[in-house]
């Protein structure tokens, strides 16, 4: 177990990579967006451009490591984090920053979808839940890393104490700290085996065999080797499987299955919420300081629920952890749209007056008028001071002439966070490296990664455009939805896939 358990925590650092740019950017383009004076829908596409290069990723990583190979393709991943983390930081334009994220975006595509295939492959049925669950727990743990980052660096910046870091160079920093994980996760992949169902699937048995008894001792192997063999025998053309194969009538159910969780994982919006945690919470007028904290609050939230998610993964199973979740998704996201829409935006002579950048004098002819959503009141605020101005210096605005419930908010989204993190983020990777046969896995998770990816994309491209032109109330109302009628279809189809061998499973699920 103790062999498994570390080869599964560092294939799985490509997911805590993913963790740390997805945590960084939200507090990077509070400084990044003002000094390119980015509109929202460049703001969109700084923010999403790398969910975009992971579709493709996605899409060919999977086939490609069942022609050369999981972990071939995993050192590349680590080589592609480090040049993206690099050249992120060195950008000095929105154009070259978006394009090193793109680049990052490749790696996070390919690593996101090899590790639970990897895991999956070296992992018992006893522990293959909890293992495949490591990713999300690292991804989890670059969140957190990411947030306790950003808030070390914006309270340096904020305190006026540093002699390095000013307005122009901070986001840089947050950006350039993520080269150090990225050279480790290279380095320790070195230390991993080949896939040994891979290698079996390459004929390469002597090899193969070896690796599981490295990792879980001879007897286990020897039953293991036997049971891989009999379902090798089941497929046959292994070299000919494209993406047509996966729409056959005897794939139908799972593919269907992998879709709906992979779909209903990203369109709820956590991406939204994790890409632009520092804006959602400058949004409740709690100030920028403290939108950095409630970060780390955010964060660690969900680190210990994925805990619980591992813990009880492989004991109470994965359906119920699914339908719990989603309900609470639900529950957690339309509370946040009810608190939002209490709120009223009212700027007074003295609140203007607690303001720092020279043109507040510009809101006057404002004062004592009451807004009560907050997209006429953020319109107003850019149409007077400008578009960069205001996205200067949006969070003091905001804390000043905001008036609204904002616990409830917060309680909220961390409901919301705690919900996804013991159910939809790991669950899902989970399910996906069991649903599907040998010789169809690799392909199929990379096929629905892709589609997995392009919702993200899209959810985090148009979210900017969301909170500038439906409000906060809207949007956080559409996803609630969204995610109540996905429990009832999961309801419906969602199967139970634990304590199970991948083989047992491929002959009780093909249909």
């Known amino acids: 177990m103790k062999k498994s358990l570390f080869v599964a925590f560092v294939v799985s650092l490509g997911g805590f990579l993913f963790g740390f740019d997805a945590g960084i950017i939200s507090g990077v383009m509070s400084y990044a967006g003002p000094e390119f004076n980015l509109t929202d829908a460049q703001l969109g596409w700084a923010v999403s451009s790398p969910s975009f290069a992971a579709m493709i990723a996605m899409l060919v990583s999977g086939r490609l490591s069942d022609i050369i190979g999981r972990k071939k393709i995993l050192i590349l991943v680590a080589l592609l984090y480090a040049v993206s983390a690099l050249l992120s930081a060195l950008a000095t334009s929105f154009e070259m920053l978006y394009i090193a994220r793109m ?24 522990n293959r839940g909890k293992l495949v669950s490591i990713q999300q727990l690292n991804i989890v743990l670059g969140f957190f890393a990411a947030f306790l980052s950003n808030y070390f660096f914006n ?14 160079n901070v986001w840089r920093w947050m950006l350039g700290v993520e080269l150090l994980p990225a050279l480790l996760y290279f380095f320790l992949l070195f230390f991993v085996p080949k896939s040994p169902r891979w290698l079996f699937l390459k004929k390469k048995n002597q090899e193969a065999t070896s690796v599981l008894i490295n ?3 001879k007897t286990f192997a020897e039953k293991e080797v036997v049971t891989i063999l009999d379902g090798l025998k089941l497929s046959e053309n292994n070299e000919k499987i494209r993406i047509k194969d996966l729409f056959k009538p005897s794939l139908k159910y799972v593919l269907i299955v992998g879709l709906t969780i992979g779909i209903l994982q990203q369109i709820t919006g956590i991406n939204a919420i994790y890409f632009y945690a520092t804006s959602i919470f400058k949004q409740t007028g709690i100030g920028t300081d403290a939108a950095f904290a409630s970060g780390i609050l955010l964060s660690l939230t969900t680190l210990v629920f994925t805990v619980v998610a591992i813990l009880l993964i492989d004991k109470i199973g994965r359906r119920p952890l699914l339908l719990f979740g989603t309900l609470g998704i639900s529950i957690s996201l339309l509370l946040c749209a009810y608190g939002f829409n209490q709120a009223t935006y009212k700027l007074t002579t003295k609140k203007i007056a607690q303001l720092k950048f020279p043109s507040k ?45 904002a616990t409830l908010v917060l309680i909220g989204v961390l409901g919301f966070i705690a919900c996804f993190a013991f159910s939809l983020g790991p669950v899902m990777w989970v399910m ?3 649903l599907f046969p040998n010789l169809y896995r690799g392909l199929a998770i990379g096929f629905i990664g892709f589609v997995n990816s392009f919702v993200s994309w899209v959810v985090q491209l148009v979210f900017p455009w969301e909170l500038s032109n439906i409000g906060n109330t809207l949007s956080f109302f559409i996803f609630g939805i969204i995610a109540l009628i996905g429990f009832f279809i999961m309801l419906k189809i969602l199967p139970e896939t634990k304590g199970k061998s991948l083989e047992e499973l491929e002959i009780e699920l093909l249909k």
């Not at 309270?155 to 390095?164: A, C, L, N, W």
């Open 215 to 217: 990792i879980h001792g």
């Open 103 to 126: 680049i990052g975006g490749v790696a996070f595509g390919a690593a996101l979808i090899l590790a639970p295939i990897y895991i999956s492959e070296i992992s018992s049925s006893e």
């Open 361 to 405: 004098e510009n809101l006057l002819q404002f004062s004592d008028k009451t807004f009560t959503n907050d997209v006429s009141f953020k319109n107003t605020m850019k149409s007077t001071l400008g578009n960069k101005v205001y996205l200067e210096n949006e969070g003091d605005i905001l804390e000043v002439a905001t008036t609204m419930n």
């Open 155 to 168: 309270k340096v910046f904020t305190s006026g104490e540093s002699t390095f870091l000013n307005q122009d």
């Open 432 to 434: 996906l490296s069991e």
